[in-house]
């Protein structure tokens, strides 16, 4: 397998897993024997730059996830702590709310990485 395939197969596993965030250790795991870890981690890096996937950090699990979000510059994120499902909230009370803060607060949001943690309805459901 020529090396510019890797670039598509780390693509390919998280277009699969869309509305997740994915722990780097569990993407080490995927691609174990097929590339080795430093290849898997400059490829996370360059999609990272390219804006495909976004890097973040769980303070819970404390570590790194990644996320396939190539457009997710003009919107908030709910994350389930519980399953890592990620919800994109592109509504209008979350722009009115993303206003707010700017106005009242004088607070500019960096909407590409915020995220707001919670809980969701199938994972509520179960509680």
Request: glycine fraction near 2%.
């Amino acid at each position: 397998m020529i090396q510019t395939n890797f670039n598509q197969m780390i693509l390919d596993y998280f277009k699969k897993h869309q509305e997740q965030s994915i722990p780097s250790l569990k993407v080490l795991e995927e691609f174990r024997g097929q590339m080795n870890k430093a290849t898997i981690y400059r490829k996370l890096n360059a999609l990272e730059e390219q804006k495909i996937l976004r890097k973040n950090y769980n303070m819970e699990k404390k570590c790194y996830e990644y996320q396939y979000c190539p457009e997710c510059k003009n919107h908030l994120h709910l994350i389930c702590k519980s399953c890592g499902k990620i919800l994109h909230l592109n509504c209008e009370s979350a722009k009115t709310f993303v206003q707010h803060i700017s106005l009242e607060h004088q607070f500019l949001l960096d909407q590409e990485s915020t995220m707001i943690l919670g809980i969701c309805k199938e994972c509520s459901s179960h509680a």
